[in-house]
């Protein structure tokens, strides 16, 4: 079917409503499942429930422009939190099931095919943590306009965010803007979480290290190594190197390594130190925290610039960013 083939002299359109005196459904289904930091339902709810008609006036255009694009933002924040959950739950359901000699010594039942599973869960789980950074970045583009070097509204990435948060802040000028405050309270609450003290440093690099490659390599390119207690049971660790090559430490029998070093040793300094289910766990937590921090500075900046007049940087920007490409259909 090509689209000339279809009807194209519309008369009616059936959709969602478009305006709204209450929250969706959905949105307070995932608020009291508790999947979406608080500060993300108030932000929902000062803006109008993302109604047609609700945009105020730092979000108002001619084209509709400003207000649609963050309400595609808060939706696909609250969408990428939700899938997370979905996915973390069935990351520990499947990895539960997957083979390990303990299972088989204790005589315990496991699913042949769950390994896979677990590693498609899991893969999909940090996409869809990243996601929900990234949605973030594009509001604090849309609320900080220009403050951010690289982050441009339409085309944001909470990579950008983090490298600024790891240089000084500049001093501000001799005229000191309403966004100062915003783009200092960020630095300061987003930056205490992104860079975090040992033994949490690093947690957002790992993170967006192991969904790149996740991503753009599939999941055999991480080669877990699982460890058991003193009972016999098995745990899974990731390893916190890129690559994580084990040949590295193999040697023929009968000749000694080059550089010998011992097992435990290896594993501390390559491998992070909770198992994976605690890591993961911990991220979805971590990143929550996060989210909660940035949303929080957005829905203050909200506040205090909703009544200003149309944010027309912000404007030029997603303009900017708009792109429609050549391909219309298969030869």
């Known amino acids: 079917m090509r689209l000339e083939q279809c009807n194209l002299d ?30 993300a339902f108030g932000l929902y709810a000062r803006a109008g429930f993302l109604s047609f008609g609700a945009a105020p006036p730092f979000l108002t255009d001619e084209k ?12 696909s924040l609250r969408e990428s939190l939700v899938d997370a959950d979905d996915d973390l739950s069935g990351f520990i359901d499947a990895h539960g099931r997957t083979y390990d000699p303990g ?12 390994d896979d599973r677990a590693r498609k869960h899991f893969r999909l789980f940090l996409l869809s943590l990243q996601s929900a950074l990234d949605a973030s970045a594009d509001l604090t583009a849309l609320f900080l306009t220009g403050l951010i070097p690289g982050l441009r509204l339409g ?18 000028g001799l005229v000191v803007t309403p966004q100062r405050q915003f783009l200092e309270r960020l630095y300061s609450e987003a930056g205490r979480l992104v860079c975090a003290e ?16 996740a991503a753009h390599l599939g999941d055999n390119v991480f080669r877990y190594v699982s460890l058991h207690d003193n009972g016999g049971r098995f745990y899974t660790f990731v390893p916190r190197r890129w690559p994580f090559i084990w040949e590295e430490h193999m040697h023929l029998a009968g000749k000694a390594p080059a550089d010998p070093q011992p097992v435990a ?8 130190q909770d198992d994976i289910v605690a890591f993961a766990n911990g991220l979805r937590a971590q990143v929550t925290i ?3 921090a940035v949303v929080g500075v957005v829905d203050g900046a909200f506040v205090a610039f909703r009544e200003f007049g149309t944010n027309a940087a912000a404007l030029a920007e997603l303009e900017g960013s708009s792109h429609t490409f050549e391909f219309r259909h298969w030869a």
């Open 265 to 272: 040793d290896l594993f501390r300094a390559t491998l992070v």
């Open 290 to 292: 996060l989210l909660a």
């Open 10 to 39: 519309v008369d009616q359109v059936v959709g969602a409503p478009v305006q709204r005196n209450d929250p969706d459904p959905i949105w307070v289904r995932d608020r009291d499942a508790g999947l979406l930091p608080d500060v």
């Open 64 to 75: 509709r422009f400003l207000f649609s694009y963050f309400s595609m933002l808060m939706n």
């Open 198 to 213: 040992a033994p949490q440093r690093d947690w957002l690099a790992l993170m967006r290290m192991l969904r790149n490659k």
């Open 103 to 114: 299972k088989r010594a204790q005589g315990e039942a496991w699913d042949p095919d769950a």
């Open 155 to 172: 085309r944001a990435q909470f990579s950008q965010v983090e490298t600024w948060l790891q240089r000084p802040l500049p001093a501000p």
